[in-house]
């Protein structure tokens, strides 16, 4: 007989939620995402493991998206087979998302945002997924080639069609994101949140966007929270062999790593001087400012989890640590 998972009864203790937007989904303030170390080659244990940690420290929104692997379609099909073996009986616990709009089969209908696209991508993930619905369904970017509505309407049909509880945007331009919650909202498209890059060295969601989501009634989901990892203490001494650094990422290369070495060492003291590790502190960083709803952030290890979750411990900073921060980001 197959072994069940069973998870930790004390797993909603040290997590907080917030309402997404205006919205009545509640999200985990910290999230897990699976855009790197959940391919084919990865391993299928630790993938579980890190399942298994996140949700037992009451992590419950999961993101997925088509094209995640490599190759693409695999980060799905490993979370549908760890969700369908160990964890169908906490489905209703649980927020599984994911999204459609980069590129992720051959051809013309297999990127971006028209209607055929994103009507197979949500029939493919789902099959990967190996689930009914999904509970967000992000458009991936915005295409600036296919009509705005033509791909909103898409979405709303997918909600109607029972595929999607919600819907999710991602890095849309700020004209286009309101735009496009017009036309959702005079559908009734429940509309709830805009995932965007944001962390202490990618600071542009502030100059528009998180005022803009809160006008909007819209959650806000910051993506890359630890700049891919360089807000850790990963990088402290050196470019270690298994890090995203040293991989082929062309978002984390080690010339990036190098020209912000001096600014990880005093983030990281400040952060020692409030018992924390870098990576908690980033985080906290993120979560002191409630305009964001949801860090989400992508792990190796459920230690590494383990340790972000502790970021709740603290969220607050006195004025001195912002304006120590606020130097050492110039
Ligand atoms: P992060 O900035 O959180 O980077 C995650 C990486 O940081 C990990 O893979 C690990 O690197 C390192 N790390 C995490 N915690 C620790 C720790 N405690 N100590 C040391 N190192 C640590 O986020 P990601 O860039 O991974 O993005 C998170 C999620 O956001 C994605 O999985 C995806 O779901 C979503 N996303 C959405 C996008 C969109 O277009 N909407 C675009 C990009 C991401 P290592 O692997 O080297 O150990």
Request: glycine content about 8%; proline content about 5%.
């Amino acid at each position: 007989m197959e072994q069940t998972y069973s998870a930790a009864h004390s797993r909603y203790e040290r997590m907080e939620y917030t309402r997404c937007g205006e919205s009545g989904l509640l999200l985990p303030r910290i999230s897990l995402g699976f855009w790197h170390n959940f391919g084919e080659s990865d391993d299928d244990l630790m993938g579980q493991r890190m399942v298994f940690s996140a949700f037992d420290q009451g992590i419950t929104y999961f993101d997925l998206a088509n094209n995640y692997g490599p190759p693409p379609g695999s980060a799905e099909e490993r979370f549908g087979n760890i969700l369908h073996n160990h964890l169908r009986g906490y489905r209703d616990e649980m927020l599984i998302a994911t999204k459609a709009g980069h590129a992720m089969w051959s051809g013309p209908y297999g990127d971006w945002g028209s209607r055929k696209s994103l009507i197979a991508s949500i029939d493919q993930s789902l099959r990967r997924l190996r689930l009914e619905y999904v509970d967000i369904f992000y458009s991936h970017r915005y295409d600036p080639q296919t009509p705005l509505e033509e791909t909103m309407m898409a979405l709303a049909d997918i909600v109607t069609k029972g595929k999607a509880l919600y819907v999710g945007l991602s890095k849309y331009p700020a004209d286009k994101l309101k735009e496009a919650v017009v036309l959702l909202r005079r559908e009734h498209v429940p509309v709830v949140v805009h995932q965007v890059r944001y962390s202490m060295f990618v600071r542009e969601p502030e100059m528009e966007l998180l005022e803009l989501h809160q006008s909007l009634g819209l959650g806000t989901i910051s993506f890359s929270p630890l700049a891919g990892g360089l807000l850790s203490g990963k990088y402290l001494s050196g470019i270690p062999i298994h890090s995203r650094a040293a991989g082929n990422s062309p978002f984390l290369t080690p010339e990036t790593v190098m020209s912000r070495m001096q600014q990880i060492k005093a983030l990281n003291e400040v952060a020692l001087s409030r018992g924390q590790t870098l990576s908690q502190m980033a985080i906290a960083w993120q979560l002191y400012d409630n305009r964001v709803s949801s860090v989400l952030c992508g792990a190796s290890s459920p230690e590494q989890i383990q340790e972000n979750i502790g970021a709740l411990s603290n969220i607050q900073f006195s004025s001195s640590e912002l304006t120590r921060i606020s130097e050492i980001l110039k």
